[in-house]
């Protein structure tokens, strides 16, 4: 018998957990893409690459969420559930990895003065990177809900 984990596939907490990734990757992208410089830096297109893939992979789990939720049925396939949680651990290291980066690179252009970076660049890019550290917080938090759910199965 599948326990209720709150914050496991099917629930309405993992609903609101991938509606919270789907957001902050989505800010993330929007930051990074509204200016055209963001290509010129090997960690910034990292970061578009890897937020280009959390947030299709995100809405597709918020559809599976909402659709388990309304309908009232949980999903029970052992299968599904673990390439679930290995697509969830594999972008949640890659989230925190291009978030990092993203922190990393902008804080020593921030050091490197306004020759460097204008603020109005460096501010986006400080927002992206903590879109992407909050993406990735909800979407470790969602794998290790389920993967806390799969031994149940």
């Not at 599976?64 to 949680?85: M, T």
Request: with cysteine; hydrophobic share 50%; net charge positive.
């Amino acid at each position: 018998m599948m326990e209720r984990v709150p914050g496991a596939l099917g629930t309405s907490a993992s609903l609101a957990l991938r509606l919270g990734q789907t957001i902050f990757s989505s800010a993330s992208l929007l930051f990074m893409c509204l200016d055209v410089e963001f290509y010129s830096y090997t960690s910034f297109s990292y970061l578009v690459t890897v937020m280009g893939l959390v947030t299709p992979w995100s809405v597709s789990l918020a559809l599976v969420d909402a659709y388990s939720v309304f309908v009232k049925c949980l999903p029970r396939h052992p299968r599904v559930l673990l390439i679930l949680i290995v697509g969830d651990w594999a972008l949640s290291f890659l989230s925190l990895a291009a978030a990092c980066s993203t922190a990393s690179v902008t804080s020593l252009m921030v050091s490197a003065g306004p020759s460097r970076c204008p603020s109005r660049l460096c501010s986006r890019y400080q927002l992206s990177a903590a879109m992407a550290f909050l993406s990735w917080f909800l979407s470790f938090a969602s794998t290790l809900f389920n993967l806390w759910l799969l031994p149940s199965l």
